[in-house]
């Protein structure tokens, strides 16, 4: 993965637990409140507080899990969600694969775009990860030639 993203889980984990261990010490009165989060009300105190308890593990797994794998069988790459964990691909399970360029918030990601035998579509976004060219070349060995897609409002789609 590419050093720009590691630092964001890092900073995350940074960010979370400091603001988590500043609104814990002020609201167990360690600290009288206002010493470390300023004028936040005990409402901000606590919503500081569970927001860092959801991005404490989301943040650690995803730089424990921060790379791109691929083997004989199958392609692993991260995945985002509640906790961010390796997902992985089955190469027999794809029926066609596609790569381009989608625009998210008026930024463009390079995504690599399969479709599975059971019709479901998974993506991995390229940009995260070292060695783009390669992961692509890896691919089309193992995949064939990757058919057209097409940026949609909800991301890539195939073209057929």
């Known amino acids: 993965m590419l050093w720009s993203w590691k630092l964001a889980f ?3 984990l940074a960010v979370a637990g400091g ?3 500043a609104a814990i010490a002020e609201l167990s009165g ?3 409140r206002g010493a ?3 004028d936040a009300s005990d409402v901000e105190r606590w919503v500081v507080m569970a927001v860092a308890l959801f991005a404490l593990p989301f943040g650690g797994t995803c730089l424990r899990n921060a790379f791109l794998t691929i083997d004989e069988d199958r392609i692993s790459a991260l995945g985002f969600g509640l906790l961010g964990r390796q997902r992985r691909l089955a190469f027999r399970d794809i029926r066609r694969w596609g790569h381009g360029v989608e625009r998210n918030r008026g930024r463009r990601h390079s995504t690599a775009l399969f479709e599975t ?3 479901r579509s998974r993506s991995i976004k ?6 783009r060219s390669e992961i692509l ?3 089309t060995e193992r995949l064939g030639e990757p058919e057209p897609v097409q940026d949609a409002f909800t991301g890539l789609r195939f073209v057929r």
Do not use: P, Q
Not at 126 to 131: A, F, K, N, P
């Open 137 to 139: 070349r890896a691919l």
């Open 126 to 131: 390229l940009e995260m990860y070292e060695g």
């Open 10 to 12: 890092v900073l995350l």
């Open 30 to 32: 360690l600290v009288e």
């Open 36 to 38: 470390l989060l300023d």
């Open 117 to 119: 035998k059971d019709g």
């Open 19 to 21: 603001t988590g261990a």
